[in-house]
């Protein structure tokens, strides 16, 4: 869905397994919108980072 259109990570991280793990560790006050698991710490303002591992990356946030 636009959720996963509009999903986006700066820091993408892949294992060079084939196919690859890739996991987006971008830290930010809430998760990108298709992540599935998201883990926040209790900080003002939150620290939030998705779990979730694909055998790709989302698009760069800033270009």
Do not use: I, W
């Not at 294992?15 to 996991?23: A, F, I, N």
């Not at 919108?33 to 946030?61: G, L, M, W």
């Amino acid at each position: 869905g636009d959720d996963v259109k509009s999903a986006c990570c700066d820091t993408c991280l892949c294992t060079k397994s084939e196919p690859p793990t890739c996991r987006c560790v971008d830290v930010g006050e809430r998760c990108h919108s298709a992540c599935n698991s998201c883990v926040c710490r209790y900080s003002n303002p939150p620290k939030c980072q998705c779990f979730d591992t694909h055998k790709f990356c989302y698009k760069s946030c800033h270009n």
